[in-house]
């Protein structure tokens, strides 16, 4: 069953404008991670948040997570068009299996 | 900045032919990883590897796909009679415990 779920599935904004996306999980995490992919090539490691935090930033990335909800979110303020990409959720299970939610596309219209 | 790299970029093999993809991680990192991403589709984990020998594996890895480490630097996923349905990029990953490193992918056509 997969672990994180992302939405929206697409997300158009113009420049300047923030972009949220949304992930929910199902099982118990120690952490949850966001990695960008840009169209093609690989996934890059973006932002972690710990089980024991509500909030984290990161230059224009601001992540939130809800553990009693099996939420997070991920917000990129003041985006620009090198934003465009696919953004994905990812958590560990108890076997040390890295899964993927089925990603966010973002397209920053300049 | 530590990578992981990939071999090669791209292949493109024969329906029934074996195809090794090829992948350094980063050297002091203890677990590995590769995952598959059908073209607009989700990344999708097929298998781990720590200490020399499979962690976990996905239903999608069956007797058609094998792990090596075969030298101290090298991860090899050998998947050994393609399909049609095998046509995917391949990522290989590398973590020491939290973030996860990946190569830039090997894109996959079989034809």
């Known amino acids: 069953s997969q672990q994180g779920e992302e939405d929206p599935q697409a997300l158009s904004i113009q420049e300047g404008e923030n972009a949220t996306m949304n992930c929910s999980y199902k099982?118990?995490?120690?952490?949850l991670q966001w990695y960008r992919q840009n169209s093609g090539r690989g996934l890059v490691h973006l932002i972690l948040i710990r089980s024991n935090e509500r909030e984290k930033h990161s230059g224009r990335l601001r992540v939130t997570l809800d553990t009693s909800k099996k939420s997070s979110s991920l917000l990129i303020t003041a985006s620009r068009a090198a934003d465009t990409a696919s953004y994905f959720c990812?958590?560990?299970?108890?076997?040390?299996?890295?899964?993927f939610g089925g990603g966010t596309r973002l397209m920053v219209k300049p | 900045e530590p990578e992981v790299t990939q071999t090669p970029s791209h292949q493109v093999t024969q329906m029934g032919q074996e195809v090794i993809l090829r992948c350094v991680p980063i050297?002091?990192?203890?677990?590995f990883y590769w995952y598959r991403q059908i073209l607009g589709q989700k990344v999708e984990f097929l298998v781990s590897?720590?200490?020399?020998?499979?962690?976990?594996k996905s239903e999608i890895f069956d007797d058609q796909f094998s792990v090596e480490r075969p030298d101290g630097s090298n991860f090899t996923l050998k998947i050994r009679s393609t399909k049609l349905e095998d046509s995917a990029m391949y990522f290989c990953?590398?973590?020491?415990?939290?973030?996860?490193?990946f190569g830039q992918g090997t894109r996959l056509t079989v034809v």
């Open positions: 050297s002091n990192h203890l677990y």
């Open positions: 590897f720590y200490n020399n020998e499979i962690s976990e």
């Open positions: 099982t118990s995490i120690n952490n």
């Open positions: 990812a958590t560990y299970n108890a076997g040390n299996m890295l899964t």
């Open positions: 990953a590398s973590t020491s415990w939290t973030e996860a490193f």
